[in-house]
C-alpha cells in the first residue's frame, strides 16, 4: 500500500506561474497561487512564490506552499536561466532548474525538474499587456528508494495591470505521473 501512495501520480505536480518572466537584477517580485489539482479526489492548495533578480540572466524563485487531500505542505526552489531575452520580435527563452520537497500521507518527495519555457511580451488591443507562456516541466519525484519519471504541459499568460502588479493565469496538463491543474494569482513586482 505505501508504494501506491508514494507512486500515486495525483500527488505530483510542476507549476509554472511566473517563472518565464524575467526579474531585472536587484529586483525581486512576491506572488501567491491558489490552485486546483483535477485528481481523484480534486486538490486545492495556495503556494506563496518569491522571486529575486540575480543577475543579467538568472533569477532565484522561492516556492512554500500547502495543500489538502494528500499534498500537503512544500517548499523549495528554482534557478533560472534567461537564454535568449525577450526582446523585439524574438520571443524570451529560458530553462528553469528546480527542487521541490513535498509532504505525502506515507512520507515525504523530493520532485527535481527542467522546466524549458517560451514566453513573448504582447499588447491587446493596443492597450492591454499580456505575456503568454508555454513551458514543459519534466524530471524525476524521489521517494524512499523510489522515483518515478513527471512531465506536464502548461499554457499561461501574465496580464500587466500596473506597473507592480501582474496576475496569472496557468492551465497544466499531466503528462507523465503528474495531474491536471488550474492556477492563477497576482504578483508584486520591485
Do not use: C, W
Request: aromatic share 12%; net charge negative; no cysteine.
Amino acid at each position: 500500500m505505501g508504494f501506491f501512495v508514494l507512486l500515486d501520480p495525483s500527488r505530483s505536480s510542476a507549476g509554472v506561474f511566473n517563472l518565464p518572466h524575467f526579474v531585472p537584477m536587484g529586483e525581486f517580485a512576491v506572488g501567491v497561487e491558489p490552485e486546483v489539482q483535477f485528481s481523484s479526489p480534486a486538490i486545492v492548495g495556495v503556494n506563496l512564490k518569491y522571486t529575486q533578480g540575480v543577475s543579467d540572466i538568472n533569477n532565484f524563485v522561492g516556492i512554500l506552499g500547502t495543500g489538502g487531500s494528500g499534498r500537503g505542505f512544500r517548499v523549495g526552489g528554482s534557478f533560472t536561466f534567461d537564454i535568449f531575452p525577450d526582446i523585439d520580435n524574438q520571443p524570451g527563452i529560458g530553462l528553469g532548474l528546480g527542487a521541490l520537497y513535498v509532504q505525502l500521507p506515507a512520507a515525504g518527495s523530493i520532485e527535481l525538474a527542467g522546466t524549458p519555457y517560451v514566453h513573448k511580451n504582447l499588447t491587446l488591443g493596443g492597450s492591454i499587456p499580456i505575456e503568454p507562456f508555454v513551458a514543459v516541466p519534466i524530471g524525476i519525484a524521489l521517494s524512499q528508494g523510489t522515483y518515478q519519471a513527471i512531465a506536464s504541459l502548461a499554457f499561461g499568460a501574465l496580464f500587466q495591470h500596473s506597473q507592480h502588479f501582474r496576475s496569472v493565469v496557468e492551465l497544466g496538463v499531466g503528462l507523465s505521473n503528474t495531474s491536471t491543474y488550474l492556477s492563477g494569482g497576482v504578483v508584486y513586482y520591485h
